[in-house]
């Protein structure tokens, strides 16, 4: 799979992730109510220059590719969230996570930018797409179902594995 390109939704816009995201990305990520389902506490300013650094230049040796993006809600431009979409080698299975900053939850900008995403791997050739969603986080539930994915037996650090296959999705 190819860089990262700029895409779409219907009311955001997507933006390739660069270091210079890590200040106005520290505001949205903020709120510790955020990592109450993904673990973790808000990164400093220095914590995100750092991650964003590594995540733009992509794994070192893998077998993987990191595609990121910044949601932007499109009319107003504002950052509120990313979205990711882990690839693997031989680009047969796409990995999507999604995170929206508190104040912009329950918007339908998680559905948004993931179906976006998921067009884009989709488009790619990918050929199954999964995400892994805590038992208890019904929103990012309602996400993945919105896409199209279904909840599997597989649990993975004690998150369910949803996927979908291409032509099977519903959105």
Not at 100 to 126: H, K, L, M, Y
């Amino acid at each position: 799979m190819s860089s990262t390109p700029h895409l779409r939704g219907r009311g955001v816009r997507l933006e390739p992730l660069s270091t210079t995201h890590a200040a106005p990305m520290e505001h949205v990520l903020a709120d510790a109510g955020l990592y109450e389902f993904i673990g973790g506490s808000p990164p400093s300013r220095a914590d995100l220059e750092a991650r964003y650094a590594r995540q733009v230049a992509g794994p070192r040796g893998s077998a993987f590719a990191w595609h990121t993006w910044i949601i932007r809600v499109a009319d107003t431009d504002k950052p509120v969230g990313y979205v990711q979409a882990t690839v693997n080698g031989d680009d047969s299975v796409a990995e999507l996570a999604w995170v929206v900053g508190v104040p912009w939850q329950g918007r339908g900008i998680a559905s948004d930018a993931a179906s976006a995403v998921a067009e884009f791997v989709d488009a790619c050739g990918v050929e199954r797409v999964i995400a892994h969603v805590h038992p208890d986080h019904v929103a990012s539930q309602r996400v993945a179902a919105r896409l199209g994915l279904v909840p599997t037996a597989r649990v993975v650090d004690g998150e369910v594995e949803w996927e979908a296959r291409p032509g099977i999705r519903g959105r």
